[in-house]
C-alpha cells in the first residue's frame, strides 16, 4: 500500500491487517512508556486545511509515540493566504522534509491529487463529503474489541450521510468485514444515489431500533448544508434522535458509536452519550492505535 485514500479499495485482507497491529499498538500505548523507536528519524507532516480535534491530534500522538518528528500546517496563517495553490503547498512541505502527509481538506479528492504530486505516502484525513479512512478503521477496531468480529453484525448508520465521508468509509470497510448495514435518514440528507453501495435504507430510526447491533449516529453537518434541508429541528429529533427512551428499547448487548463532535440532544440525547453501551471515548482512545499502525503499514515497518 502508497498511500490511504479511501476504504473502497480495502480487502478483509488489508482491514483485517491493519487491524491486528493496531492491536499491538494498542499494547504499545498501555505500556508505563508508551513509545517505541521504530519511526525515528521520520517527519510526519500534518496537513490540516478544515479543523479537527481527534484526527489531527491523534495522528499527532501516534506519530510521537512511533519517535517521529511532526511539522504541523494549518491554512489560516499559510501563504496559500498570500494566493499560493495547494500544489506548491504540497511541494513545498515535502521540500521542508515531510516524509508522510495526513490530509485534511475540504474539497472531495484533494488528498488523492497531493498523492499526485508528491514522492511520500499521504493519508487522507477527511476529504469533504468523500472518504476518512483511519475513522473506518479505528470504528471497525473499537466493534472487533467489543464484540470479537464484524461478521455478521447490523450496523445502522443514522443521520447526514449525504455529506458524511465518515459514513461512505464505513460502508465499504463494514461491507468486506462481513457487517450488514443500513442507512437512516430522511431522503434529504441521502446521496442522490446510492448504486453500488451495500446498504439497505430506512426512513424512521423505529425501524432498526430493537434489531440493530450498533447504532452509529451522525450529527447534521451544517457546514456543507445539512441544516438547510432539515425544515424542523424538533421533527428531526422525533424520527431520527436517539433518545434515552429508545435507547432503552436497544438489545443489552448492543452499542452506540459516534465519530465526534456530537451534537448532544439532537442525534444523540446527553444521557445515551454518556451511558454504559456508548463506546464514544474508545473510538477516540482506538484512533491512536490506528493511526500508528497505517503510518508503520506505509512506511513499511515492522515496530520492536
Ligand atoms: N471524527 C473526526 O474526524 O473528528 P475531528 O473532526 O475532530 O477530527
Known sequence: MNHLLSTEYLSATDLTRILNMADEMAEVLDRPIPKVPTLRGKTVGLVFFENSTRTRLSFERAAKALSADTMTFGSQGSSMTKGESLRDTALTLEAIGADLMVVRHYA??????????VDVPVINAGDGTNQHPTQALLDALTLRQRF?????????????????????????????????????????LLPTSLEGWPVKVAYHIDEVVEDTDVMYLLRIQAERGGDQVVPSLPEYVSRFGLTEQRYARMSGDS?????????????????????????????????VAVRMAVMLTLFGAHHD
Do not use: C, Y
Request: no cysteine; charged share 20%.
Open 108 to 117: 472531495v479528492g484533494a488528498a488523492h491529487r497531493i498523492s499526485e504530486w
Open 148 to 188: 470479537g468480529k464484524l461478521d455478521g453484525l447490523a450496523v445502522a448508520i443514522v443521520g447526514d450521510i449525504r455529506h458524511s465521508r465518515v459514513a461512505r468509509s464505513n460502508v465499504f470497510a463494514l461491507n468486506a468485514l462481513g457487517a450488514e448495514v443500513t442507512l437512516v435518514a430522511p431522503a434529504t
Open 255 to 287: 452499542v452506540v458509536l459516534h465519530p465526534g463532535p456530537m451534537n448532544r440532544g439532537v442525534e444523540i440525547a446527553h444521557g445515551v452519550a454518556e451511558a454504559e453501551r456508548s463506546l464514544v471515548l474508545s473510538q477516540v482512545r482506538n484512533g
